[in-house]
Each structure stands twice: as structure tokens, then as C-alpha cells.
């Protein structure tokens, strides 16, 4: 449902003269086309970070890096060690290590903020669950924290009750006190 109320429908034809079908739109897929129609440079930077990522995630970028060191190293007697052969390697891990943290950065504010997406989805969608804990993220530590001493207070008293109940199922029945 949009925010007006309406529904998001899809239509198209399976033949032709035939019955248009109709199928919901999902949020998502709204989403999706809004951001697509945009082209801006916030979604392309967004596809080629998460691209690199997964790039410089693979081990044969590793075994690459680890040749170029070697060659590096191998190349020292041949540049007498100089103070220009080991500015190279300083420079160029510092550009890639430089480069490199906000790629990854950005893929992992996504991926966070994807996955408490899901998760808001998940409480809201059960009907037991407590709705304000979705954007719980947004908190400050300590009221975290607060929260976090709850939870385990709650914790334990859940052991305790399992406690009691499993020394009962050992007695088979009869209470032992």
C-alpha cells in the first residue's frame, strides 16, 4: 500500500487479447524503480563499492597483492634498497588502503542498515513483538545499555525458570525441594 492508501499494482497482458493480470508492487520494488529512474551518483557509487568489495574479498586478490610484495622485495638489490624503492610500496598501500576503507565502509553502512530493515519487517510483521523496538539502532548507548540490562535480567530469569523445570523433568514428575 502506498502512503495515500492506494495499492501498487502491476499489469500486463500474458497474450494477446487476453486478460490483463494484476500483481502487487512491493515497497521494494517501488523503491528499486524510483532509485533506478534517478541515476545518481550516490546509486552508481553504491554499485561500485559494493562491487569492489566483493573483488578485494576474493582470495586471488590477496595472492595477488602477496606477488606484488614479493616482487617488490625482489626488486630491492636491484634498487640498492633505496629510499625511492621503499616509497613505492609506502605510497601505493596507502592510496589502495586509503581507497579501499570507504569502499568498504559504504558496503557495510548498506548491508547494516539493509539487515535492520529486515529486522524492523520481522517485529513489525509479529504480532507479539514490541514495535518500539524497531530503529532501536537510532538509541544512544545508554539507553542501549539500559536496554541490554533488561534483557539480560530477563535472560536470567528465563534460566532460572528452565532450572527449576529441568530439575522437576529429572524427578521425573516429583518435586524435589
Known sequence: ???????????????????????QKTPL???????ADTKTVSLWFS?????????????????FAVVV???WAASGPLFHFSDTWQLIINTG?????????????NTQNRDAKALHLKLDELIRSHLSARNDMIDIEKLSDEEL???????????EESNVRRGRSSKRG?????RSE
Open 170 to 174: 529429572r524427578t521425573n514428575g516429583a
Open 47 to 63: 554499485r561500485f563499492a559494493s562491487k569492489t568489495a566483493q573483488i578485494v574479498g576474493q582470495p586471488y586478490m590477496f595472492l
Open 1 to 23: 500500500m502506498g502512503e495515500d492508501g492506494t495499492a501498487w499494482r502491476l499489469v500486463s497482458k500474458t497474450s494477446v487479447g487476453a486478460e490483463p493480470m494484476t500483481m
Open 69 to 71: 610484495l614479493i616482487l
Open 145 to 155: 545499555e539500559e536496554i541490554e540490562r533488561r534483557y539480560a535480567a530477563i535472560c
Open 93 to 105: 598501500t596507502t592510496i589502495i588502503t586509503f581507497l579501499v576503507v570507504f569502499l568498504i565502509q
Open 29 to 35: 520494488s517501488v523503491a528499486r524503480e524510483e532509485v
